[in-house]
């Protein structure tokens, strides 16, 4: 089993910044990814952003430039900073680490960005 915490949600003005924090524990020497999903009101979850074991990333188009995904191995921690934030960028944002076998979610993180 993997247990995955967030933090570092919260509310932020346009054009302000927000870091995300992951933090894992348990089996996880069985996870190959980690990524950051978000889902907003009346909208399907997507993929912001992923990191995968070898260091490759991975943006949505409508955060690249803007995100950076990145991972502190020695705390077992995936961080998410976001710049630039914009209104759209409000959601709900969760953690998610992937095995061979199955996703784990942590409990999310809601960030609403507004004036």
């Known amino acids: 089993q993997v247990q995955l915490v967030e933090s570092g949600g919260g509310l932020v003005q346009p054009g302000g910044s927000l870091r995300l924090s992951c933090a894992a524990s348990?089996?996880?020497?069985?996870?190959?990814?980690m990524g950051w999903y978000r889902q907003a009101p009346g909208k399907q979850r997507e993929l912001v952003a992923r990191i995968i074991t070898g260091g490759s990333t991975r943006y949505v188009d409508s955060v690249r430039g803007r995100f950076t995904i990145s991972r502190d191995n020695a705390k077992n921690t995936v961080y998410l900073q976001m710049n630039s934030l914009k209104p759209e960028d409000t959601a709900v944002y969760s953690c998610?680490?992937?095995?061979?076998?199955?996703?784990?979610w942590g409990q999310g993180t809601q960030v609403t960005v507004s004036s």
């Open positions: 998610n680490g992937r095995s061979t076998s199955r996703d784990y």
């Open positions: 348990g089996s996880i020497l069985s996870i190959y990814a």
